[in-house]
């Protein structure tokens, strides 16, 4: 994969592993495995898990600065709603944060920080809930060749 000439671009190359089973890898090498096999995260889960990592990055970046949590779990979920002519879609998104900080000035500070970064997440901040909530034409090209493999 090839570094991007464009710094605000991203990508990721997929590549299966056999029917059903897929790894993502970015330009830096990291890797995950998803798909429809027992184990794996399928590319739904993929997208709520997407949407509260961007979220949580946001609130723990800013609320580790005054203190580590003792409980920091965000539940992503939604309600898979098929429509018009059998096209399936996510409906009723929602996030929940469940954290918990110290009893100590850096505790509270914390504490009282996690609404407003929520928000600031939600509002501002989060590529991904943000590109959902917003809708983004997804554009594909597609290169099909038979015979030797490329």
Not at 60 to 73: C, G, L, M, N, Q
């Amino acid at each position: 994969m090839s570094e991007n000439q464009d710094s605000n671009t991203r990508s990721i190359e997929l590549s299966r592993q056999k029917t059903g089973h897929y790894t993502a890898r970015n330009a830096a090498g990291a890797e995950v495995e998803f798909g429809q096999a027992e184990g794996l995260l399928s590319p739904v889960e993929l997208l709520l898990a997407a949407i509260a990592g961007c979220s949580a990055i946001d609130v723990d970046v800013a609320t580790s600065r005054s203190a580590e949590p003792t409980r920091f779990e965000v539940t992503a979920s939604g309600d898979k709603v098929v429509g018009e002519g059998g096209a399936s879609r996510m409906d009723h998104l929602n996030l929940a944060f469940r954290l918990a900080f110290g009893d100590d000035a850096g505790g509270q500070k914390a504490a009282s920080m996690v609404e407003r970064l929520v928000k600031l997440s939600h509002d501002k901040h989060c590529t991904v809930s943000r590109t959902v909530e917003h809708g983004t034409p997804v554009d594909f090209d597609v290169d099909v060749s038979t015979g030797a493999s490329a």
